[in-house]
């Protein structure tokens, strides 16, 4: 079973950056592809990006395109880097596996989801 742990959350001013990690474990041997997502208050979870499960299709969304990178590498972790931060960045990011070995941007292809962790753009 694949278990999901977000770390690398903080503040950051308005400009800055922050890498989130995703440690996912055994998400290459189950083949499933991940996704960051994320949800301000009274908002709904958003999708942010999301990475085949060989890591080598990369898909973001609009409002973060540029801006962040979504990337793995070969021991199952998922990485967030977050550059040029704005304040609408805002909230709680969260990572989580597809049912699907290809990127997926709808909440409910997620079978799984970590804890999530807050960041905070803020001067």
């Known amino acids: 079973q694949v278990h999901l742990q977000e770390s690398g959350g903080g503040l950051v001013q308005p400009g800055g950056s922050l890498r989130l990690s995703c440690a996912a474990s055994?998400?290459?041997?189950?083949?499933?592809?991940m996704g960051w997502f994320r949800q301000a208050p009274g908002k709904e979870r958003e999708f942010v990006a999301a990475?085949?499960?060989?890591?080598?299709?990369p898909y973001y969304a609009d409002s973060v395109k540029g801006r962040f990178t979504i990337s793995g590498d070969n021991a199952d972790t998922v990485y967030l880097q977050m550059n040029s931060l704005k304040p609408e960045d805002t909230a709680v990011y969260y990572c989580a596996a597809s049912r699907s070995s290809i990127p997926q941007v709808g909440r409910n292809e997620y079978i799984k989801w970590g804890q999530g962790t807050q960041v905070t753009v803020s001067s």
């Open positions: 990475i085949s499960w060989s890591g080598s299709v």
């Open positions: 055994g998400r290459t041997a189950s083949r499933l592809a």
